[in-house]
């Protein structure tokens, strides 16, 4: 009597040699012992017919999974290509930022430069104008410190002249006569150089104060009239003259008062060197 084997469940299949086998384990053997099969060996067509059924079904869940797959990959390349367009942006707007700070940065150094530069130069300025004040006052007070020789020595040296041309003379004179003219010069802005020369003596100058009607003790106290009533220049000019002819000698201007004498002063020739 041959034996019966009652199969329990089909574990897969396989096709070899144009034929499907069946991987079968049997009931009552362990699954270690599990044989190939051809569809002749099943008495019954209702364990292949589930087998197939489910390999459908495992096919259909497989495709299932298969396209979940594939959906979840598409969602992920979208989200990494939305996440790399976010990143190159946010790239984008760092590096815009950077040139705009670095933009800003750069103003403000040139900004710093330009206020240090104008501090520097407003500092020497103000540096060199009281180095000009200071040597200005060293220049006046070294006129002051002069006696009249010292200072006409100082003049002769300076200019290499003993002598000026005066409008007054008409000629040269010597320069003791400018003495007076040349100190008031040179208080201004010391005894230079570049200092200009007076166009007459010290005499000829006390004159044109004398004459000058400004300077008439009359006429500064009938000024506002004269203003107002607009009294032609020609005509004070000889009022003028006219009053200072008539006051006494004692009560005239005297230059010699406001301008001593230059031909009094104990002045000695210099040397020509």
């Known amino acids: 009597m041959s034996t019966v084997y009652v199969a329990k469940r089909i574990l897969g299949h ?5 034929k499907t086998l069946y991987h079968t384990e049997w009931k009552g053997c362990p699954i270690d012992q599990a044989t190939w099969e051809p569809s002749t060996s099943f008495c019954c067509s209702d364990m292949l017919s589930r087998y197939w059924f489910a390999v459908a079904i495992a096919d259909e ?12 990959a598409a969602a992920a390349k979208v989200a990494i290509k939305a996440a790399k367009a976010a990143a190159a942006k ?7 930022a950077a040139k705009e700070a670095a933009k800003e940065a750069a103003k403000a150094a040139e900004k710093a430069a330009k ?14 104008a009281a180095a000009a004040a200071t040597e200005l006052a060293a220049r006046r007070a070294a006129v002051v410190a002069m006696n009249d020789h010292q200072l006409i020595a100082e003049f002769i040296r300076l200019f290499n002249k003993k002598e000026l041309p005066c409008t007054h003379c008409n000629g040269e004179t010597h320069i003791t006569n400018w003495v007076h003219s040349i100190r008031k010069r040179a208080m201004r802005n010391g005894l230079t150089a570049s200092m200009k020369i ?26 506002p009239i004269y203003d107002a009533a607009s009294v032609p220049s020609a005509l004070l000019n000889a009022f003028s003259s006219a009053r200072t002819a008539s006051l006494p000698s004692a009560s005239r201007p005297s230059h010699t008062n406001t301008y001593p004498s230059p031909h009094n002063l104990p002045y000695k020739p210099l040397p020509n060197n």
């Open 14 to 18: 396989k096709i070899e040699h144009g």
């Open 61 to 72: 869940n497989e495709k299932d999974q298969i396209k979940k797959i594939k959906a979840d």
């Open 90 to 96: 946010e790239a984008k707007a760092i590096e815009k």
């Open 115 to 128: 206020a240090e530069e104008k501090a520097a130069a407003k500092e020497a300025k103000i540096q060199a």
């Open 198 to 223: 007076p166009k007459t003596c010290d005499e000829q100058q006390a004159r044109n104060m004398i004459s000058n009607p400004v300077n008439n003790p009359v006429y500064a106290r009938l000024r």
